[in-house]
């Protein structure tokens, strides 16, 4: 079974203001790392994935996220917002072995608000 | 990109009545869709699996009667609430995995529904 912790409920922060959205997760297997994007009354985006290799990974807004094994995280960064970024993020891992009842299941963090400010 | 169609995207109904929802892959074949429901401020929580061609496993806590899940094609999911009440009223989220790879899910739009 895995676990996601996101520790932020609420983040704000000012326009063009970098900004870290962190996250860290609890699993007895190997896992695959998301992070999603929801706009109010919508569903959820894709922002980014780690599925192997290197252990940065980037969006094409300027998001990036660093998987670290040892401290179990997959915190979620950006240099500098904008106002378009205010949405809710969430955190998700998936069991990365094939096959079986787990089979592409999500187990999602609890979701945090990221409000920017002008 | 791979696109999940849901619909309808806004629902309101009286108490007693059965709602569908429908969750398309409209360009890639998924043998699996998943059904979240989200309330308000809160998180995803699956519902249930949907496989093709088979029973849908539900999770724990979640009435299989009350919520009908039918997987009929490999780009068609359906969630019916039946005899739906007031405290069905939520976001309902599909998703789908692409038939030839494994992650990502894809999204929906996701449903509100109200149930008056």
């Known amino acids: 079974a895995q676990s996601v912790t996101q520790l932020d409920s609420q983040v704000p922060v000012f326009e063009e203001a970098p900004v870290e959205l962190r996250c860290n997760y609890s699993?007895?297997?190997?896992?695959?790392l998301f992070w999603y994007v929801q706009y109010p009354n919508q569903g959820l985006q894709l922002l980014l994935k780690y599925l192997s290799g290197s252990t940065l990974v980037e969006s094409i807004n300027g998001f990036e996220a660093e998987f670290n094994k040892s401290q179990t995280s997959f915190h979620l960064r950006k240099p500098s917002v904008h106002i378009s970024d205010t949405a809710e993020y969430f955190c998700a891992v998936s069991d990365s072995r094939g096959g079986g009842t787990s089979y592409g299941k999500l187990t999602f963090g609890q979701g945090t608000i990221l409000t920017v400010h002008p | 990109g791979a696109v999940v169609s849901q619909h309808p995207s806004w629902v309101i109904c009286k108490s007693g009545t059965s709602v569908k929802i429908e969750c398309r892959s409209l360009?890639?074949?998924?043998?699996?869709m998943f059904w979240y429901r989200q309330f308000p401020k809160q998180s995803l929580m699956l519902m249930a699996t949907?496989?093709?061609?088979?029973?849908?496993?539900?999770e724990q806590g979640v009435e299989k009667d009350k919520f009908l899940i039918n997987h009929a094609s490999l780009t068609l999911s359906t969630l019916t609430v039946t005899s739906a009440h007031p405290e069905d009223s939520s976001f309902y989220i599909c998703?789908?995995?692409?038939?030839?790879?494994?992650?990502?899910?894809?999204f929906g739009d996701g449903t509100r529904l109200s149930i008056l």
């Open positions: 998703s789908a995995l692409h038939r030839d790879s494994y992650q990502p899910q894809h």
């Open positions: 699993s007895s297997v190997s896992v695959y």
């Open positions: 949907s496989n093709e061609g088979s029973k849908a496993t539900y």
């Open positions: 360009d890639f074949q998924a043998t699996t």
